[in-house]
């Protein structure tokens, strides 16, 4: 007897067959890399399946139940009940279940619309109950520290409450705040109390691109300063955001080099002086000039330097714009001002000195310079000399410690990162360390690496913190890597335990690797290795994509060396675990708050000729400012360029190969380094495949750049993710308590103070194009409300 054609099966068995097509092809593919069979088997009866469909026989769409039912029970065995990791596994295969389920009826002679619709429910229904049981990343493991009335002492002599008269509170760097208006009860009332545009964007299109300002303002007395992306220094009122004066440094569109951060400014009063200039404000600016100016009304200082600036490229021969700028606040100890230099990454490996400079706060005279390779310099380079070119450097924030006369410099990579036969012996033990100099001289005390010939892009980009541990002045370092090691101030010893692995060898210079590194056996963020399960995606076809991806690289856990035959992972990637963020620290009850990354990279060295094939160039040698976006660098004056897939995302539908979370936050007992709490951090609400927002309010675990603010009253203020939101964040179990929308990304570190008797939240809402974040140029406040 002839089958009545049923065309709606037709057209869902034509889908089904054509997806069980790539399914077959790319798992065969997969499992003669060794990966895992399922694919291969799926595709082919899916194809099976297909067909039945088509050829509108009812044994069609059963086979396509037992091949969902079955995948099921294979994603269940392969990951258990992880939330995240199962949806690529379940959600499309059950969701072309459902018009299957549809067309059923119309394949027999008497259709029952009323049990297929019965049947469809059913399975919605199964598959929401599985997700709702299902684990999501949440870790709660132990009780919250009870808060101690001795504390810690800080040792800058500066104090948070009031004000806020550092980046990070104060030159401790613990982004803490003893205040307690606003606590667990009530903070679910705060409202924007004012918001004021600062502006600062480049004028040039081609450069206005590597937007990304990054500040955290600072607050002393009845003023609020803040800074842009053109270095322009603003100053409000801290109560109503209005602007009291402005200064303008004037710097040219081609000097912003990666992004156009401004993290901060210093405020310095001069001991003993009055009339202007007695407190002042000192930034360094993206054309590497130091500048200082009156506090009060953003004069120019004219005892400092030359007209109030100071150029510390002097010295280093020829810059190139771009090359060498200041994106973080100076570090002032004992009346010295520190400063060091972002070089762009990737360019040449005779890139700018890495050189670290010691200005004097109130003249602008250069103290000391820091030139590893020269260090019987103390001053500027003999005539005719330079220092010397392509050193370490450090780009990000330094912090010091006043009684000691240290300053705690994290310092970076040379300027080729991915290619060390040519450093030298001295750049080889200064590069990935944290060093101690002595604030007078300039002069080495101690050195603590963390990464031996660096090849990973591992420099330390967070701001050491520094406290009290076990009764010793210490200094709490997060790493990229995700690991935390705790120092002695002042002699760079490891308080906690720090232990060797052997890890993987060979790439192109088997010869310059380490057979062991460096882990911390005290606390890590880091989080297992890399397997073929952990590869994610929107539906099987694009996870299958990834698996296929991870089994073609090298990838043999921690510090696999790069290679130019095939690409390499890198997890953590160069974003951290722990980036410029840094880490929050409530003294008074011992607790780190980290907010952090769980994202690989996807790396391969390209050739000489390759990359000359390509055109790639660096940026002083190309007409495109952005040349150097961590997407392929040029690596002048070595053998390789290098290819960089920062996240590990799939090129067309821009979702990450590994599975979520990608980001998170965690407290750790600062006495027993054991884990308080662990959550994903960071919704899904802006994010989505092709880069449409989702606006899923789904928490996923998003990248997040930024730290954290804790106070007293036991809340945590981050924005940080890529959900444009700011939260306060219960201390005690993790749990979000408040919530607010930003205009833009919130790429920065909040900043908490009292004026008026009113205790005020602020972030500065500037974006990030890294982070794919909507741009902006808002200092926001929040406050309770006002007692009428």
Not at 475 to 497: E, F, N
Not at 521 to 528: F, S, V
Request: aromatic letters at 10%.
């Amino acid at each position: 007897m002839r089958t009545k054609r049923s065309w709606p099966a037709i057209a869902i068995g034509l889908i089904i067959a054509g997806i069980g097509v790539l399914l077959a092809i790319g798992g065969g593919w997969l499992a003669v890399l060794g990966g895992s069979l399922y694919y291969l088997v799926t595709g082919a009866a899916m194809i099976a399946a297909g067909y039945g469909l088509v050829r509108s026989r009812v044994w069609g769409a059963w086979a396509y139940v037992a091949i969902v039912a079955a995948t099921i029970l294979w994603a269940l065995w392969e990951v258990g009940a992880d939330g995240w990791a199962l949806v690529p596994r379940i959600v499309a295969p059950v969701v072309l279940l459902v018009p299957v389920i549809l067309v059923m009826p119309t394949l027999g002679r008497r259709p029952n619309w009323r049990i297929a619709g019965g049947a469809v429910a059913a399975t919605l229904l199964a598959t929401a109950v599985l997700f709702v049981v299902a684990g999501w990343g949440d870790v709660a493991i132990a009780a919250l520290p009870a808060p101690n009335s001795q504390g810690m002492v800080d040792p800058s002599g500066q104090a948070t409450g009031a004000d806020w008269p550092s980046y990070a509170g104060t030159a401790a760097s613990r982004r803490f705040s003893p205040l307690t208006q606003i606590n667990a009860g009530n903070v679910a009332k705060l409202e924007k109390a004012w918001e004021t545009h600062i502006g600062g964007f480049a004028d040039d299109p081609a450069y206005r691109k590597l937007y990304g300002t990054e500040n955290t303002p600072l607050k002393v007395g009845d003023l609020l300063y803040s800074c842009n992306g053109k270095n322009q220094i603003v100053a409000l009122d801290p109560a109503t955001g209005q602007r009291r004066w402005t200064y303008d440094p004037k710097v040219p569109d081609a000097w912003i080099p990666y992004t156009a951060a401004c993290r901060g400014v210093t405020y310095y009063a001069v001991p003993n002086a009055t009339g202007l200039c007695a407190a002042r404000i000192l930034m360094g600016t993206l054309d590497a000039r130091l500048v200082a100016v009156d506090a009060l009304t953003g004069r120019p200082c004219p005892g400092f330097g030359t007209g109030g600036q100071v150029d510390t490229k002097i010295g280093m021969g020829h810059v190139p714009p771009g090359l060498a700028s200041i994106n973080s606040p100076p570090t002032i100890v004992r009346g010295v001002a520190v400063v060091g230099h972002q070089i762009l990454d990737g360019q040449t490996r005779l890139a700018p000195s890495g050189v670290i400079q010691g200005f004097d706060a109130v003249n602008g005279r250069l103290r000391w310079a820091w030139d590893m390779m020269h260090p019987e310099w103390t001053g500027y380079p003999p005539a005719g000399q330079t220092w010397a070119r392509g050193t370490p450097n450090m780009w990000t924030f330094s912090s010091g410690d006043e009684q000691l006369g240290l300053v705690y410099l994290p310092m970076g990579n040379a300027a080729v990162d991915y290619w060390s036969k040519l450093r030298s012996p001295r750049e080889n033990a200064f590069a990935t360390s944290i060093v101690a100099l002595d604030v007078t001289t300039g002069r080495p005390r101690w050195r603590f690496q963390a990464v031996r010939k660096d090849v990973w892009d591992y420099d330390f980009g967070a701001q050491p913190t520094l406290i009290d541990y076990r009764g010793t002045p210490a200094l709490l370092v997060p790493s990229k890597q995700g690991d935390m090691y705790i120092l002695d101030r002042a002699t760079g010893r490891p308080l906690t335990p720090v232990g060797e692995r052997r890890v993987p060898g060979g790439g192109v210079e088997p010869d310059e690797r380490s057979p062991t590194q460096i882990f911390s056996g005290w606390h890590t963020l880091a989080k297992p290795i890399l397997t073929e399960r952990d590869m994610w995606g929107m539906s099987p076809i694009d996870q299958l994509y990834c698996r296929i991806q991870f089994r073609r690289a090298d990838y043999r856990g921690p510090f696999t060396p790069p290679r130019v035959d095939k690409s390499t992972i890198v997890y953590p990637g160069y974003n951290g675990g722990t980036d410029w963020g840094g880490v929050a620290v409530d003294p008074q009850r011992g607790v780190i708050v980290a907010n952090y990354n769980d994202m690989p990279n996807f790396n391969r060295l390209l050739t000489r000729e390759e990359a000359n094939r390509r055109g790639i160039k660096p940026r002083f040698a190309s007409k495109e400012p952005t040349a150097s976006t961590h997407s392929i660098d040029a690596q002048w004056n070595s053998p390789y360029a290098v290819k960089v897939n920062a996240g590990w995302r799939v090129r067309y539908t821009g979702m990450l190969c590994k599975r979520p979370p990608y980001g998170g936050i965690r407290a750790i007992d600062l006495a027993t380094g054991k884990t308080i709490w662990d959550r994903p951090f960071g919704t899904a609400r802006k994010n989505g495949p092709f880069g449409i927002p989702s606006m899923l309010p789904l928490t996923i675990g998003t990248p997040n750049n930024g730290g954290a603010v804790v106070t007293a009253s036991g809340l945590i203020f981050i924005a940080a993710a890529t959900d444009d939101l700011i939260r306060a964040i219960d201390l005690r179990t993790g749990k979000t308590l408040w919530q607010a929308a930003l205009p833009a990304g919130g790429q920065a570190t909040p900043m908490v103070y009292e004026q008026g008797g009113r205790e005020y939240l602020v972030i500065f809402a500037g974006g990030h194009h890294f982070m794919e974040t909507p741009e902006g140029d808002s200092v926001i406040a929040y406050a309770l409300p006002k007692r009428s």
